[in-house]
């Protein structure tokens, strides 16, 4: 089972904050990403100071200043930017990493922060996933149109005329992209045509392997011979004894009895055994959703006492 981590700096995060988080991560050896949501505004009772921070800016930032650590996005929301433009900036931040980027892309659903920044939300979910796919085929035929030769496009929301198709990700034929969510019929179809790994977050096994199987169903309707990557997301809370699981609890504002049924939560033993169950329903990774992001023991234990278990 392959580590990462995943943090939510609109809930209150500066760059400096999550460039530690990054290079601890990095440092300790056994995760193999950090990950970062893409939100402009908070959820929930908390400050959310100093404020947002851009996704791609942010990952940017992080390519220089990492050296081995994947990094990513869950998920990259479609209604944010422009294909064209997403493409660009995603191939730019690759060639900044050295070919360490993956790109989780999503339709997008939090309506207030696109209010509170000015954003257009499309009110309708089908012409949101609408755009969501021919986002995708936009940015995946950029990347892998071949050098010299054009891109041309013509959708229903975006049109294309002679693309360069520039610049090219470091990796080829182009950095991993992921699609996630537990949507019965778009979601594991759009994951079958475009994504290298389909991920289902915060849900209980059961949930999970019902979510894989529909993506599996999809992969095998499509006629599809590349692998597809299987993960999951869950929130971390892991203690060496129950006052310290606890205390981890209460900092995020969750019960530790509800994290035990929701996320990876209890002794490392705890979630050693809950992770085992991921796997064995077919997850390759998991996504631990580090919450409090000045608590870098909590990453300490899970290099010390978690992931030399899953070996």
Known sequence: MRLRIFTEPQQGASYQTLLTVAKAAEDLGCFEAFFRSDHYLKMGDVDGLPGPTDAWITLAGLARDTERIRLGTLMTAATFRHPGPLAI????????SGGRVEFG??????EAEHTAYGIPFPASLGERFQRFEEQLAVITGLWSTPPGETFQYEGRHY????GPALPKPAQSPRPPVLIGGTGAKRTPRLAATYADEYNVPFCVPEETAAAFDRTRAAVRAAGRSAPMVYSAAQVLCVGRDDAEVARRAAAIGREVDELRVNGLAGSPAEVVDKIGRFAEIGAEAVYLQVLDLSDLDHLELVASEVAPQLR
């Open 159 to 162: 049109r294309l005329a002679e």
């Open 105 to 110: 892309f999503g339709a997008g659903w939090y």
């Open 89 to 96: 900036s995603v191939a730019q931040v690759d060639q900044m």
